[in-house]
């Protein structure tokens, strides 16, 4: 078998490898298989190396994963690292009378909202973790940065199996708290643009510590999953249920 030379290979190249290896290893014994899982470890670290240098700059995250923001993909979202970041993140870029963080508003969020929206409301602020909390009147001005938070935000409803397009009433919700939060934590502020328009959101901001909007949070995914997946199972259940039905129809049309 002809190989590319590692130090050269692209990573297509290398990747062909790889898989011609593994091919290999399929009918390969003894020695020879102890060779090719040499050489199969030795390619796959070229195929993560050449990733590396086409993905752009990795981020460090709170588990030690590294996270591409310029490429981010739904394997590499962890929920751990989404409930630390926005636990810690506060919100307004921190000009308020006291710490309140990204995961207390979204969990405040995710308890009014319907039952069927509440994993959006959840995880609406969940590309926060990976790059930042940006004040509203900023990010219109920052193209660039809405076109990465869309692709990190399209990874994340990947992984968590949202829809991308956020439900009327998590936006409406998102709209009405903010008159909320100022109410409870800028002392100092004056009239804003939504009042008039639109009715503070009636949930109650406490401010909790780091420590607590990280638990808080992680338990309500932790709740919003499994219902997600029970209706998940429910459905398929339903599904094998009515083929059951329909083939012995099929069956007793036969007869």
């Known amino acids: 078998m ?14 062909h490898v790889v898989e011609q290896i593994r091919k290999s290893l399929r009918y390969a014994s003894g020695e020879d298989a102890a060779d090719l899982s040499y050489e199969l470890a030795d390619w796959e670290r070229v195929v993560r190396e050449r990733e590396e240098q086409t993905r ?3 981020m460090q995250t709170f588990t030690g994963r590294r996270f591409y923001p310029m490429d981010p993909r739904p394997e590499e979202v962890d929920p751990a690292d989404i409930a630390h970041a926005l636990s810690l ?3 307004y870029g921190g000009h308020l009378d006291r710490f309140y963080s990204v995961a207390e508003h979204c969990v405040l969020m ?23 909390d940006v004040p509203r009147p900023l990010k219109r001005y920052l193209p660039e940065y ?18 991308g397009d956020l439900p009327a009433e998590v ?15 800028m002392s100092n502020a004056g009239v804003w643009a939504q009042d008039g328009i639109v009715e ?39 599904e094998d249920r009515r083929f059951e039905q329909y083939r012995d129809e099929q069956r007793e049309a036969r007869r």
Not at 146 to 162: G, K, P, T
Request: net charge negative; proline share 4%.
């Open 2 to 15: 002809t190989y590319h030379n590692p130090a050269t290979a692209t990573l297509e190249e290398a990747r």
């Open 171 to 185: 936006k409406e919700a998102d709209n009405r708290i903010i008159l909320t939060e100022r109410n409870a934590l």
């Open 110 to 132: 995710s308890e009014w909202v319907a039952p069927e929206n509440a994993l959006a409301a959840l995880l609406h602020d969940a590309t926060e973790a990976y790059v930042v």
């Open 146 to 163: 809405r076109s990465i938070e869309d692709a990190v935000w399209n990874a994340i409803c990947l992984r968590f199996h949202v829809a």
């Open 56 to 58: 752009g700059d990795w």
């Open 89 to 91: 993140l506060c919100r």
């Open 200 to 238: 503070p959101l009636p949930v109650a901001i406490v401010g909790w510590s780091p420590a607590e909007a990280e638990l808080v949070y992680q338990g309500r995914l932790a709740e919003l999953m499994a219902v997600k997946y029970d209706e998940q199972d429910a459905a398929a259940i339903e």
